[in-house]
Nanobody
Framework: QLQLAESGGGMVQAGESLTLSCAAS????????MAWFRQVSGKEREFVAA????????YYAESVKGRFTISRDNAKNTAYLQMNNLKPEDTAVYFC????????????????????WGQGTQVVVSS
């Protein structure tokens, strides 16, 4: 089982960058696939990016492709989301997620695929 804690959120202007971190505690982080989702109040939680256990197979939502980069450091039990060229529509609470299956499959963008969740970190992008 994993416990996840996000950090790194904040308020930035459009065009700036932020890096979110997801610190994991528990067993076998290096065997888990990891992902980031985001949610705006009153809307469904939206898939952002995912990465397999080895950190070599990333997968992105179209809305962030080319601007966001997901990565992980298994030695530090931490996953990251580097966000560049931020836009006001990126404003949301960002959640880290994990699952014991370390692979990335077709249902990667479904909330139901992911077993473990953090509490979220707020990102606000002003225009």
């Amino acid at each position: 089982q994993l416990q996840l804690a996000e950090s790194g959120g904040g308020m930035v202007q459009a065009g700036e960058s932020l890096t979110l971190s997801c610190a994991a505690s528990g067993r076998n982080f290096n065997r888990n696939a990891m992902a980031w989702f985001r949610q705006v109040s009153g809307k469904e939680r939206e898939f952002v990016a995912a990465i397999n256990w080895g950190g070599v197979v990333p997968y992105y939502a179209e809305s962030v492709k080319g601007r966001f980069t997901i990565s992980r450091d298994n030695a530090k039990n931490t996953a990251y989301l580097q966000m560049n060229n931020l836009k006001p529509e990126d404003t949301a609470v960002y959640f880290c997620a994990g699952k014991t299956d370390g692979t990335i499959g077709r249902s990667v963008d479904s909330r139901r695929t992911w077993q473990y969740w953090g509490q979220g970190t707020q990102v606000v992008v002003s225009s």
